[in-house]
């Protein structure tokens, strides 16, 4: 069975179960099926993982779009280095994973960032995990949460099944990874918040 990894975000899940957290098919099912687009083959799993953080969304966004440094939410990247100069579409990263995960490297690229859209999509293409033709969409959009500013965020994927696992174990996964990340992001982004107060809703 693949290792798994403990995360407490209260985090919904849209497609094939009941959404917790009150998330039905509003405004999150509308941008799910205009921006995250996959067709999962046989031997592949997919799944979507949304997340109501408290923070305006131009400051979620800015981490969210840091290609070149997803250690500044992301608690399992040790270290991340790009290769080349310009940071463009198509840029390969190098990531070093902490000890917890069942990986040690990662090697990924940028297939899309769309600053108007709010959207990043990133596949992993090579590195030492089980976790092959990866490919993740993770969106942000602003929302209105106790009166305040607040930010919607999507992640969604694909990815291949491993030998030996069920389509469950991997979904199950690779979820709990992505819980863990975006509680963290959560707590950085509100964090921020906190620091300017007076931020905008629109970046």
């Not at 099912?29 to 131009?58: D, F, G, M, N, Y």
């Not at 250690?71 to 198509?90: A, D």
């Not at 965020?153 to 030998?163: A, C, G, K, N």
């Amino acid at each position: 069975m693949v290792g798994l990894v403990g995360g407490g975000a209260r985090v919904g899940r849209l497609g094939g179960e009941p959404v917790a957290n009150g998330v039905g098919p509003g405004g999150e099912a509308e941008h799910v099926r205009r921006l995250h687009c996959h067709a999962p083959a046989e031997h592949q799993c997919s799944s979507t993982l949304v997340k109501h953080i408290k923070a305006p969304v131009h400051l979620v966004w800015e981490l969210v779009r840091s290609f070149d440094q997803p250690q500044r939410y992301k608690p399992f990247v040790s270290r991340c280095v790009v290769r080349g100069g310009e940071l463009e579409i198509g840029s390969l990263r190098d990531v070093n994973v902490k000890t917890g995960l069942p990986a040690t490297t990662s090697t990924e690229r940028l297939e899309r960032l769309d600053d108007d859209e709010h959207l990043l999509c990133v596949k992993f293409v090579g590195g030492d995990h089980r976790l092959k033709n990866y490919s993740s969409i993770i969106t942000v959009h602003p929302e209105s949460i106790d009166g305040r500013p607040g930010t919607l965020v999507i992640e969604s994927f694909v990815v291949d099944v491993p030998d030996g696992n069920t389509k469950h174990e991997t979904c199950y996964f690779v979820e709990a990874v992505i819980k863990c990340n975006l509680k963290s992001l959560a707590e950085v982004s509100e964090g921020l918040a906190v620091q300017s107060p007076s931020s905008p809703l629109d970046p």
